[in-house]
């Protein structure tokens, strides 16, 4: 839990004004949808309990309110919480609502002081009416530099995936992109290559609760104030102030339907139209948009569950890094099967060795994977690589898991004796002496051998598959665990459970039917013939005090297990497939 430790100082600020941001932009939409009357105002200073936090939020956000009068909004918009998608959307709307859209090319936040500030300030109140001036720069007060103060709108988003976002944004930018090359200058190879983790482990400048970045939602609305400038629960205070008193909307990009049908209500003079225009233009958009939101794990992109049709979706690459002893083999022979009617490659490593890659052969192999031809699946004993950090698409990941135990079991004999069709063993029996290949489970977990080892190369190593080539992977450790359930959230389609291989392959033929379209049915064809031979050709059932060791030394793979057992339950409820 280390990263986790270090993530939460980092953002605390930022999370208070996030979440704080969030219940105000939800309570103001339920009174924009609902059109209720408002809650009585009680004393901001003196609420305790949070439930009465939204009815508090409620106070200003009337539905019969609006600004319609206003004729000058300024977006003092913070950088990755989809201010380019906005930024497209209002240039579309101005011809249409006719007003004037004033933007900022200068792309770094910026605070101002004296003449600099007073300048700026004047520069804003000569603009032409209606108008919505841009820039990434913190809250202004106006009145206090003798000009009116215009109406701030904003959009944020969850601080800890901001930051995600903007670290990598800075290393790799997105394609078409020309401001990219320079942020490259700034970092050296080895430092565009340290991954958001290594950074946070190591606590390194971009990622300390010291660095600037590390309250930047707070800044941008706390303004341009000495109290401002250092991390502190005043400047919250004043964020919220601001908020409170300037800010006619705030959304959240989580919720950016919601955040635009607010603005058409509020603002029409400004937003007429908006949702209807980003329904045109948004689909585009997005696609535009595609890589850098792949590179830097956009809130979009990042469901945790993938419980849609796949005739909705596009997995141009498949990577089933399969585990042994999991049913891989009758997956894969499913698959040779489905390529010839379904029309893809299939690429099979032959390497039957669980590798893990360091430097510049992990960079090679990612860039071996990433030139295959699509629409492709492609297989390999191989621990999750993160494609990212080579700024290369990330291909979609599919597995299949079992009981940990009864993985465990099954290597083990399959290790001596192979199974009963053809098979890869005579290489591994080789490496054993006939004394150790007689050696029983129960006899491996009784004398604590490396195969039977909680701490040993294959005590976690369902954990490891999911958590990846990072050192934290390589020893046991909790971290490890969450790291994996992580990956498993962001980057697989479909993880599936052996014991319920048929849902797996229902769930395969819904969420991936360009792959996996007629996968049932041409099991039934091919399964009487083969499985009989994956059988491991002698097994020894342990005894129930072996089970139950054994079941204590795997509790990190079973954390994970149990993850995506409940994962994959959730995902055939949701898609409607029963057993």
């Not at 106006?142 to 009116?148: G, I, Q």
């Not at 794990?297 to 005739?311: E, F, R």
Request: hydrophobic residues 35%.
């Amino acid at each position: 839990m280390k990263a986790a430790a270090v993530v939460v100082p980092f953002t605390a600020l930022c999370l208070c004004v996030g979440v704080w941001t969030t219940g105000l932009f939800n309570a103001c939409y339920k009174e924009v949808v609902d059109e209720r009357l408002p809650a009585p105002k009680q004393n901001w200073t003196k609420r305790e309990e949070p439930e009465r936090h939204r009815d508090d939020l409620r106070v200003w956000a009337r539905p019969k309110h609006n600004y319609s009068h206003v004729g000058k909004v300024f977006y003092n918009r913070l950088p990755k919480c989809g201010s380019r998608a906005m930024k497209v959307l209002i240039a579309q709307l101005e011809e249409k609502n006719q007003f004037k859209f004033f933007t900022d090319k200068n792309l770094h936040a910026k605070a101002l002081h004296g003449e600099p500030l007073l300048r700026f300030a004047q520069m804003i109140d000569k603009l032409p009416r209606p108008s919505i001036y841009e820039k990434h720069t913190y809250f202004i007060d106006f009145p206090l530099l003798d000009a009116e103060q215009p109406i701030y709108i904003n959009l944020v988003r969850d601080p800890i995936e901001r930051r995600v976002s903007a670290y990598y944004f800075l290393r790799y930018g997105r394609y078409g992109n020309d401001f990219a090359p320079i942020l490259k200058l700034r970092r050296t190879e080895e430092q565009r290559n340290q991954t958001f983790d290594y950074c946070v482990v190591n606590n390194l400048k971009e990622c300390s609760a010291t660095e600037p970045n590390s309250f930047i939602l707070t800044q941008y609305f706390c303004g341009q104030s000495t109290i401002c400038t250092k991390p502190s629960q005043a400047a919250v205070e004043v964020a919220k102030e601001n908020i409170r008193r300037h800010y006619a909307v705030v959304g959240v990009l989580e919720e950016f339907s919601s955040f635009l049908k607010v603005l058409e209500v509020v603002m029409p003079q400004f937003f007429r139209g908006a949702s209807s225009e980003w329904k045109q233009i948004g689909s585009v958009y997005k696609e535009n948009q595609a890589p850098i939101q792949t590179w830097v794990g956009h809130v979009q992109d990042q469901k945790p569950l993938t419980t849609q049709s796949g005739s909705n979706h596009s997995y141009p690459k498949v990577f089933y890094n399969r585990l042994p002893k999991c049913g891989s083999t009758s997956v894969k022979m499913l698959i040779r099967e489905l390529k010839k009617r379904n029309g893809f490659k299939f690429f099979e490593d032959k390497d039957y060795e669980i590798q893990v890659l360091r430097g510049r052969n992990l960079r090679q192999f990612a860039q071996m994977v990433d030139r295959l031809p699509t629409p492709s699946i492609y297989d390999k004993h191989i621990f999750y690589v993160d494609f990212h950090q080579f700024g290369l698409q990330q291909p979609m990941y599919i597995n299949l898991v079992r009981d940990p135990l009864e993985q465990r079991i099954s290597d083990y004999y399959y290790m001596r004796f192979g199974r009963l069709g053809d098979n890869q063993t005579a290489q591994q029996r080789q490496r054993r002496t006939d004394e150790e290949r007689a050696q029983t489970f129960d006899e491996c977990v009784f004398n604590n051998l490396w195969e039977c080892n909680a701490s040993g190369a294959k005590g976690f190593l369902m954990t490891q598959f999911f958590c990846g080539q990072h050192s934290i992977c390589m020893e046991p450790s909790q971290m490890a665990v969450e790291r994996a359930k992580e990956n498993i959230r962001r980057h697989y389609a479909v993880v599936g459970v052996l014991e319920e291989f048929s849902s797996f392959l229902k769930v395969l033929e819904v969420v991936m039917p360009q792959f996996f379209r007629g996968a049932q049915d041409t099991w039934r064809e091919i399964e009487s013939q083969q499985m009989e031979h994956q059988k491991t050709a002698k097994k020894i059932p342990p005894s129930g005090k072996a089970r139950d060791i054994m079941r204590q030394r795997l509790h990190l793979d079973y954390q994970v297990y149990d993850f995506i057992k409940e994962r994959f339950h959730m995902q055939k409820t949701q898609l409607g497939i029963k057993d």
